[in-house]
């Protein structure tokens, strides 16, 4: 993890949020990896396997993932995926 701004207690904050919506991407193939929290408190994620190329991976990222860790660490901003693929609409 590259995050290099927050103490392992506070990854361990997100780490967990995160943990609460992993069966539920791992049952589409999917998961989500953490690659950084920036100076403003953007959490970046890298989205694994099906998550990548799924079209429904902003509405799982904005929904599901982005929810989940606000209420558990609300000291993040936000949360962007670094390697989404946008469908053509």
């Given at each position: 993890?590259?995050?290099?701004n927050?103490?392992?207690?506070?990854?361990?904050?997100?780490?967990?949020?995160l943990?609460?919506?992993?069966?539920?991407?791992?049952a589409?193939?999917?998961?989500?990896?953490?690659?950084?929290?920036?100076?403003?408190?953007?959490?970046?994620?890298?989205l694994?396997?099906?998550?990548g190329?799924c079209?429904?991976?902003?509405?799982?990222?904005?929904?599901?993932?982005?929810?989940?860790?606000?209420?558990?660490?609300p000291?993040?901003?936000?949360?962007?995926?670094?390697?989404m693929?946008?469908?053509?609409?």
């Open positions: 993890m590259a995050a290099t927050v103490d392992q207690d506070f990854m361990l904050r997100i780490e967990s949020a943990d609460q919506i992993r069966p539920y991407l791992e589409d193939g999917g998961n989500v990896k953490v690659l950084e929290v920036t100076d403003d408190m953007v959490l970046k994620l890298e694994l396997g099906a998550c190329s079209p429904m991976s902003t509405m799982t990222l904005k929904a599901g993932v982005e929810q989940s860790v606000l209420k558990a660490v000291e993040i901003k936000a949360v962007e995926a670094v390697n693929t946008l469908s053509p609409q």
